[in-house]
């Protein structure tokens, strides 16, 4: 079975630094892209960038572009989200996902259980 | 980059309606368009992918369209489980954006 587990939730305080994981199982984690989604109180969901683990491949949506940073560590089969100075507006759920591609298609189809991050002074 | 537009933002419906919701992309992306079902306090689950593929496990009142542009998500017949928020999602290019979402409520 596939599945990945995210980290628990996390309280923390403007301009303190944060990374949360998503340890992942039942697949080749170096073989698949995984990526990080954002849902902020009451709203939809934002794509933020995903990661290829096998060389670290990374791409951004520009609106989180330089704000976080995405990594992997093969060893351990675990995909990373991290701040380096959180803001109020970083407060919501972040999920990870994997991607899955064939032939014309692309999808995220297993789904971390979401970490909440509160950022309040 | 690409944006995705869906439509209606919320509907009210009865159980055994057939429901459709549609997305617009603001350029071609062939069929490389996915759908996503959240429930409140849940993570999203897939759907359909590549514009009509059913994912796993997924009941076959669901169903995907489209190509290029426009896109449709229908359920043949609501149940009482399928009271949820929709997304529409294109992978055709990073970054890949989601639609706003459609709720569908009890009406």
């Known amino acids: 079975e596939v599945l990945l587990v995210q980290s628990g939730a996390e309280v923390k305080k403007p301009g303190e630094s944060l990374k949360i994981s998503c340890k992942t199982s039942?697949?080749?984690?170096?073989?698949?892209?995984i990526g990080w989604v954002r849902q902020m109180p009451g709203k939809g969901l934002e794509w933020m960038g995903i990661i290829f683990p096998h060389d670290s491949d990374s791409r951004y949506s520009p609106s989180f572009q330089g704000q976080v940073t995405i990594t992997a560590d093969k060893s351990i089969n675990t995909a990373y989200l991290q701040w380096h100075s959180l803001k109020a507006s970083d407060s919501a759920i972040y999920y990870c996902?994997?991607?899955?591609?064939?032939?014309?298609?692309?999808?995220?189809?297993?789904w971390g259980q979401g970490t909440t991050l509160t950022v309040s002074s | 980059d690409i944006q995705m537009t869906q439509s209606p933002s919320s509907l009210s419906a009865s159980v055994g309606d057939r429901v459709t919701i549609t997305c617009r992309a603001s350029?071609?992306?062939?069929?490389?368009l996915n759908w996503y079902q959240q429930k409140p306090g849940k993570a999203p689950k897939l759907l359909i992918y590549g514009a009509s593929s059913l994912h796993s496990g997924v009941p076959s009142r669901f169903s995907g369209s489209g190509s290029g542009t426009d896109f449709t998500l229908t359920i043949s017949s609501l149940q009482p489980e399928d009271f949820a928020t929709y997304y529409c999602q294109q992978s055709y290019n990073a970054p890949f954006a989601f639609g706003r979402g459609t709720k569908v409520d009890v009406k």
């Open positions: 039942g697949y080749d984690f170096a073989t698949y892209w």
């Open positions: 350029q071609g992306i062939s069929i490389y």
């Open positions: 996902a994997r991607h899955s591609r064939g032939n014309e298609w692309d999808a995220m189809d297993v």
